[in-house]
């Protein structure tokens, strides 16, 4: 790497060849700018590029090459560790490249590097089609591909990376390629679950299926049937159709409508339901859980972007998030057991813990197929401690590290790494397990100098 150049000559260097805003410390717009999603992170980038196309991409990996300083990929800015943006380096920043395009012939949309998940359920909801994003809707499509992406279709569609068929990306040199099953089929291979390691995706094609309407909508039960509730899940979901999803969370009941005053700020056990196959049969599918008579059922008809914006107006950006995940394969009675105690505690009322599936369609992709390697029908537990003040961040902090604690001894091991924090380099190996190697040798091949560090860091070969 060349030496350090000044600020001013970075913002020549990058002004020359760049469209979008170059937004220094000095700049008004900078605070906001910097903000991410968590705010218990706070960092000061040196230069934030707001890329408006593939060429500002290309000028600002130059720029900050022959600058010689750290560069950050933002997206969404939903990472919980705050990898979207770094200390004294240059962000590039997509958040203003963003677009969605529809081809529905082909049933495949095609996704600018900074768009949100909400803007892709807007487009395609209209051609009655869908693919697997999150659950909520502000979050970044760039980061949650890149890392995997789970939420309300995933047994039925699978990850988010299941369905991600082509990638255009911007490498470490500079150079653009394209990575599909034909062209840079390794690539692709290690963007489906490696996250930003690899280079700056400018464009995602998704595979889109058809699910005009899903039957969708949380059952609660009331935390004294916690244990019972989770005990019959944990058998229930592994062997139901693929068509319904379903994930499980411990939580407090928000304390405003649609919910019942007498629920508001009771902690409860839910499961949030997606039925994606015919409505005409979701009736007969649901019926083991009406069965269980829950205290609130709210299973209706709605298009899947409703479900995936449902809970925007609970977790604004803003909060302080920290969370922990694992794998989970078993659910022994020991585990619901410590399950309970720690839902019990819920420190404040939007601390959570959630089980999202990954069986089904999920389960049926070879754990080699793409570098997510826990294909064993499982789930991906995550503890979330947040809450808007400050002054609550060691609460909900502790209460999520004890909980993890207590539960990691039922762990299968790996996890997700869109759900940790910055937990060292072995706790990444760990994840990527068997395909570390193969990924670490594609890193070695895209990207050798190790440009693209600030993320869950994959060392090259
Ligand atoms: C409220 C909330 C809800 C969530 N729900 C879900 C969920 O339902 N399912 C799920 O799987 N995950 C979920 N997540 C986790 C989410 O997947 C991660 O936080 C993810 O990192 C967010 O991506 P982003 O683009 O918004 O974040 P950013 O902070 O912008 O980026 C995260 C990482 O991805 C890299 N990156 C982003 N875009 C690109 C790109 N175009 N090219 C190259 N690298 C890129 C960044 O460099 C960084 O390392 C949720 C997170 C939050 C805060």
């Not at 930003?196 to 995706?201: E, H, I, L, P």
């Not at 819920?346 to 009322?349: A, C, G, N, R």
């Given at each position: 790497m060349t030496e350090v150049l000044s600020d001013t000559t970075l913002i020549e260097t990058l002004g020359a060849g760049h469209r979008g805003r170059l937004i220094g410390a000095?700049?008004?717009d900078y605070d906001s700018a910097r903000?991410?999603?968590?705010?218990m992170i706070d960092k000061r980038p040196r230069l934030i590029a707001r890329c408006h196309d593939v060429a500002d991409v290309i000028a600002a990996v130059k720029a900050g090459r022959e600058a010689g300083i750290d560069l950050a990929v933002r997206g969404g800015g939903h990472n919980g560790p705050g990898l979207g943006s770094l200390d004294d380096g240059l962000v590039i920043d997509l958040t203003e490249f963003r677009g969605v395009i529809v081809d529905p012939e082909q049933r495949v949309a095609h996704v600018l590097g900074g768009t949100l998940l909400g803007e892709v359920d807007h487009a395609i909801q209209p051609f009655g089609l869908a693919a697997p994003f999150g659950i909520?809707?502000?979050?970044?499509v760039g980061g949650l591909t890149l890392g995997g992406g789970v939420g309300n279709l995933t047994r039925t569609l699978g990850l988010t990376i299941d369905n991600l068929v082509e990638a255009d990306v911007v490498l470490a040199d500079g150079s653009f390629v394209t990575a599909n099953e034909t062209k840079n089929d390794d690539l692709l291979w290690a963007l489906r679950g490696g996250g930003?390691?690899?280079?700056?995706?400018t464009r995602f094609a998704f595979r889109l299926s058809p699910i005009p309407t899903v039957v969708a909508g949380p059952t609660l039960w009331s935390l004294d049937r916690g244990a019972e509730i989770l005990s019959w899940y944990r058998d229930f979901i592994?062997?139901?159709?693929?068509e319904l999803n379903g994930w499980l969370g411990f939580l407090t009941v928000p304390p405003?409508?649609?919910?019942?005053e007498h629920l508001q700020l009771q902690k409860v056990a839910g499961v949030l339901w997606c039925?994606?196959?015919?409505?005409?049969?979701a009736d007969e599918a649901l019926a083991p859980v009406r069965a269980l008579e829950p205290e609130l059922d709210g299973i209706q008809p709605m298009p899947v972007g409703a479900l995936n914006a449902a809970f925007d107006p609970i977790y604004p950006a803003g909060d302080q998030w920290y969370w922990r995940s694992d794998l989970v394969t078993e659910i022994p009675d020991e585990a619901v057991a410590a399950n309970l105690e720690f839902a019990q505690a819920?420190?404040?009322?939007k601390c959570t813990s959630h089980l999202y599936p990954i069986s089904g369609a999920a389960a049926?992709?070879?754990?080699?197929?793409?570098?997510?390697?826990?294909?064993?029908?499982?789930w991906v537990q995550v503890i979330v401690g947040v809450d808007?003040?400050?002054?609550n961040r060691e609460l909900v902090t502790d209460w999520a590290v004890s909980f993890w604690e207590a539960l990691h001894p039922y762990a299968a091991g790996g996890g997700y790494v869109n759900m940790i924090?910055?937990?060292?380099g072995d706790r990444v190996r760990t994840i990527y397990g068997p395909n570390y190697d193969r990924l670490a040798e594609i890193k070695g091949k895209y990207d050798p100098d190790n440009?693209?560090?600030?993320?869950?860091n994959i060392k090259p070969a």
């Open positions: 000095d700049h008004a903000q991410l999603f968590n705010a909520i809707s502000t979050t970044g930003g390691n690899f280079g700056v995706v592994r062997d139901a159709p693929d405003a409508p649609p919910f019942p039925w994606a196959g015919d409505p005409a049969d819920l420190p404040t009322w049926r992709v070879g754990s080699a197929d793409t570098a997510w390697p826990a294909r064993d029908g499982g808007p003040d400050p002054a924090m910055e937990e060292g440009v693209f560090h600030v993320n869950q």
